[in-house]
Structure formats: C-alpha cells, structure tokens
C-alpha cells in the first residue's frame, strides 16, 4: 500500500508538472444509487479535489471525465451497508495506478443538512488524500487523522459544521490543517517545481 500511494503521488505530481497531462477523475451519478445520494454530493467530490489543488500551490490540477475507464480517480458512492465512512482502493488505470474512493453516504440523526454534507465532504477529502499519496495522522486537528487512534466522532465532523452557515461556506473552508497541507507539499517529488 505505501508504494501504491507513492506511485498514485508521484504520478499525479509528475502529471501536474508536465502541463501535457492532467490528473483526471470521474464521479458516480447519482442516479445509480441505492442509498441517500444527490446531484448536489458530486461537488462535495469536486470541492475536495479543488481544495488539494489550492493547497499544492498550483502544482496539482484535477480534470473531470466523462468516461470512468480511463480517470485515475474514481469517486463511487458507498452503499449505505457497507460499515465505512469510505476508502480508498488500489486499481489499474491503463497500465498506471489508481484510485476508486469509495464514499458513505451518511445520514446523521437529525434534519441538519449541514452536517450530512460536512461528513460526505470531508470523507471526500480524507480518502482523495490517500489517493494522493497522504497517510493517516494520530493528530485530531488534521484530515488524515484516522479514528483508530480515539477521538471523538461527533466533534471532529461538528466543530467543521460549526464553520458554515451555507452550503457555499464549504468551498470556502478546506477543512485541511496547517499540517495536511505540508505533508502534501512534502510528498511531492523533488525536481518538481514549487
């Protein structure tokens, strides 16, 4: 898994550097769900990525596809039994490594839209940080902090809801820390500019 990430990193940089290829990525529609997916979570995938291209300073840049064959990422929407927040898997891309990031579709108890979409966004963004190369953190305060470490569930999707008063606030808040976004900077290759 650690030189899957690496390569999926080190692909999506070199892409990025090389201004002749871009990182492509295809979303699900939402018409081919069964749990509680709508139009509107495709740009809560979009956002995630747009975020990641923010943080890297202008060194990563994200294309969506039309055709899911031939995108190195792929964001699937979890199936509402499947126990995951989401993840992120390994797969072939025409002979390059990829990555399907598998996303629930959570339905928090309550009617606060807000907070849904905080989850689905930040589970976008979490997994799209595995797919590029991003491992998990033992620190609460950063996207790649994983729950195998403790930490309280409701807190950590509730102090980010905390930060919105629209939907539009989301595009607006990346939800990365200080730390996340050097840990992408970092992971880019050296030779790559800055």
């Not at 080190?10 to 979303?27: Q, Y």
Request: aromatic share 8%; glycine share 8%.
């Amino acid at each position: 898994m650690k030189n899957f990430l690496r390569s999926v990193s080190l692909l999506c940089f070199t892409a990025a550097a090389a201004h002749a290829a871009d990182t492509t990525f295809w979303i699900e529609p939402c018409t081919v769900m069964r749990a509680a997916c709508d139009a509107g979570d495709a740009d809560l995938a979009r956002w995630a990525l747009e975020a990641w291209a923010k943080a890297s300073g202008g060194q990563l840049h994200f294309v969506e596809v039309k055709d899911r064959k031939n995108a190195l990422l792929r964001v699937l929407w979890a199936d509402k039994d499947s126990g995951l927040y989401g993840e992120a898997v390994t797969i072939n891309v025409n002979g390059h490594r990829g990555s399907e990031l598998h996303i629930l579709i959570a339905e928090p108890p309550g009617k606060d839209r807000l907070l849904r979409d905080t989850i689905v966004y930040l589970t976008c963004l979490h997994e799209s940080g595995h797919a590029l190369g991003l491992r998990h953190t033992a620190v609460f305060a950063d996207i790649m902090y994983s729950f195998q470490f403790g930490g309280d569930i409701d807190e950590y999707f509730g102090r980010y809801r905390r930060r919105l008063t629209t939907r539009a606030d989301i595009r607006q808040n990346s939800g990365m820390s200080p730390a996340d976004r050097d840990a992408l900077l970092e992971s880019i290759p050296k030779g790559v500019p800055r």
